[in-house]
C-alpha cells in the first residue's frame, strides 16, 4: 500500500473534466488499498505535496499546467514519481504546432498547415498572406488554438471571409494558432498503454451540422464504436499511432487523434498526455475493449510511475 | 460486510452502473464547453458579472436575529410543522400586499406558496407540458427556464423582442405557423418587466395585445415578474394578470429579490383549475414549502418595514446599474450596443457579430472576470455575439474594474479581426450615449 496524490481540478478551462477523471481515480486507488490524497491544484500545490510526500502523484489535469509539462516539471523538482509522459513530451504534445512539425520531420503523415502567433499578425503583417494559405490549404478550413485541450476553440471556416473570426475566436485560448486543412473522413482515436496499442475508437457523429465541433462532443450526438472496423487500415493506423507516441516519448499512456483519409492513410492531429479518464472518456473505453478494467488500467500506471526513475523520463 | 459499507469493487461514481436506467429526459443537455467555462467563474479571484444573485449583504443582520427571536418565540412549534400544500394563509395575505403594490389585486385563494418562483415554472411544465409539446418563450429567454423546459420534453420555440418586449406579430405569426402544421402551444413564457437576459419591459400596447392574443387562442401566458418592484425610473406599467379579464395568465412572483433568496419562497397566482393541477403536483414534489421561512415572512412582513428595504435596495441596485452604464460607454468598443434596463438585475450587450462570446469568456477568465454569454439563453444556438451583465450582486468598484477588463478583451478581439481583415478599427463611443432600449436580435420595430 502506498500513499498516491491525485492531481486534479486545476485553472484550466478543462477543470470540470478533470474532476471527473480526478474523482474516478481516486476511487479506483481506494479500491486497491492505497492511500490517496487528493489536491485540486492551486496555489498550495507544492505545500501540499510536500505534507502528502506520496509515493506517487498521479496527474490527471487536463489542458493548461497540468499536461503541459508545468506540473511534471515541478513534481521532477519534489522528485515525486508521476504517471504520464515527461516533460519533454508533454511540452512537444501539448503544443499541435510542435507535435506536427515533429510528424512531418519523421514523414509521418499529418494534415497540411500554416501557424502563427499573434505578434506575426500584429507586427509583420501575417494576415497579407491569408490569401496564399487559402489557396494552398483549400477550403473548408479548419482553424485551431496550438494549446487547447478539447473541442475549444476549434472553428471551420467555409470561405475566406470566415477566417478572420475564426483566427479571432482561437486567439481567445492561446496567442498560437494554426490553420489546418480539412480531412475529410473517419475520426479515430488510438490509445496506447505502456507501449501497447489498445482497439481504436471511432466517432461516428449523428446526421448533426457536421461543422459544430462543440456538439459532436455532446452525449448522444455521436455514436463511439469500439473496437473501430477498419478493415484493412487497422494495423496501419495502430502503427502509425506508435511511431508517433515513441517519437514524441510518451510514457505511461497517451491517446493519439487521427482523421483516416479516403486513401486509408491514418493523418495525425493530436497526441493527448493526460486523456480524459471520465465515464464515457475513450481512453478507458480502448481499455476495457482490451479486457483491462478501469482499475487494473490506473494500477499499471502507477506501477509504471514508481518503475520508471526520473532521469529516464 | 458491515451495513452501509460500499459492495468491494463497485463505486457510486461509476456512471455506467446507472446508465441504463436513467430517463430519456435526462439525456438533454446543455453545452458542455459552456458548462466546462462557467464551472470556472465560481473561482473566489474571479469578478463575475455571471450570476444573477440579489445582495443580500444589505439586509441588516439585526433585523434577520429580530425576526428569528419572534418565530422561536411565538411560532415556534408551527415553524417546526408541515404546512398546508397551498402555503399558510397570512403568507398568502403578504403575497396580495406585494401584488397591491403593482396594483394587482388577488384573492388569496387564488395563491399557491411555492418553493421559489423557479418551482412555479417546473409546476406549469409538469401540469401543461407532455413530451413534444410547445412553450413559446422570448428570444432570448431565462437560461434557468430552459433545464426546466427542456427536461419536460417540451418543444421550446422562442419568439424575438425588440426595446419595447416580446413581438406580438412575430408571435401571432408564429403561431399561426404552429397551428397550421396541428400544433397549438401549451402556453407562452414572457418575463415583461425588466427581462432577463435582455433588460427590456414590454411596453403597454404589447402587454394588452398579448392578453388578448391568450384570450381569442385559449392558451396559457406565464407571466414571471420577479423584478417588477425593483424599478429604478420611469413609470410602473400594469402586470398581465390585472389586465386579463379571460383569466389565462398565471402569474409568478417570489420574495427572492425584495427579501432573500434564501428563503426560497415565490408563489403562482392562476385560474383555480389550474392551480388545483398545479397543487396536487406540488404535493409529489414536496408537500409544502418550507413552514420554518414562511413564518419568517410572516413575521418580516408584520414588522411593517418591507417597503424601507425595498426602498433600500432600489436606491443600491440604480447606482450600480448607472455605474454599470458609465463604465460600459468608457470601455466598450463603439460597435457593441447594450439595452439600458429601467430595473431589475440584468442587461444584455451586444458585440459586433464577428465576436463568439463564449470564446470571448474564455479569454476574459485569463483576466479573472466572468459574464453569460448570450448562447445560454437561446435553445437554437443563437445570440453567439452577446452577453448578460449582472449589475445587482457585486459593488460598483468591481463593476467598474470588471467591466474595463471584459472591454479591454473586447477591444483586444476588434483590434485583432481589423488587423486580420484590414479595415480600421472604430474608437470607442465614448462622445455619444448609448442607444436606447436596443435588444440586438431586431431593432424597435413599433
Redesign the interface.
Known sequence: MSTIAVLKGG?S?????SLTSG??VE??LE?LGHDVVAIDVGHDLVTRLREAAPDVAFVALHGRDGEDGTVQELLEVLAIPYTGSGVSSCIRCADKVLAKHAFLDAGLPTPDFFAWN?AA??ELGA?DA?PAIEDRLDFPIVVKPARQG????IKFARSAAD???A???????DAKVLLERFVDGRELAVSILDGEVLPVVEAIPRDEDFY?F??R????RTDFVCPADLGGATERVQRTALQAYELLDCAGFARVDAILDAEGVPQLLEINTVPGLT??SLLPQAAEAAGISF?ELVARLVELARATPQAAR | MTPGSKP??R?A????RYAGLFAQRT?V?T???M???M??TE?PEVISLAGGLPDTSTFPPSSYAAIMQSVATEACARALQYGPTEGMQVVKRCIAEVMAEEGTAVDPDDVLVTTGGQQVIDLMCKTLIDPGDVIVAEAPTYPGAIPAFTSYQADVVQVGMDGDGMLIDELEATLDALERDGRRPKFVYTIPNFQNPGGVTMSLPRRRRLVEVAAERELLVLEDNPYGLLRYEGDPLPTLRSLDTEEFVVYLGTFSKILSPGIRLGWAAAPRPVLQKMNVGKQGVDLCSSSMTQCFVAAYFESGRWQDYLASLIGIYRRRRDVMFEALADSFPRESEWTRPEGGLFLWATLPD???TT??L??A?QENVAFVPGRAAFLD?RGGSSMRLNFSGIGEDDIRDGIRRIGEVVRE?VD??S????KPAASPRREEPAPDNIVHIRRRAG
Open positions: 485553472r478551462l478543462e477543470r470540470n473534466v474523482a474516478r476511487d479506483a479500491r499573434e499578425f500584429k494576415a491569408l478539447s473541442a475549444l476553440g477566417v478572420p473570426a483566427l479571432v475566436a482561437a486567439f481567445s485560448y459544430d462543440e456538439a462532443y455532446e452525449i448522444g465515464e464515457t482499475d | 468491494p469493487g463505486s461514481r461509476d456512471l455506467e439525456k443537455m453545452s458542455s464547453a458548462r466546462d467555462l464551472a470556472i473561482r464577428y465576436l463568439d470564446d470571448l474564455a479569454r477568465l444556438g478581439q485583432l479581426y488587423t486580420l481583415t484590414g
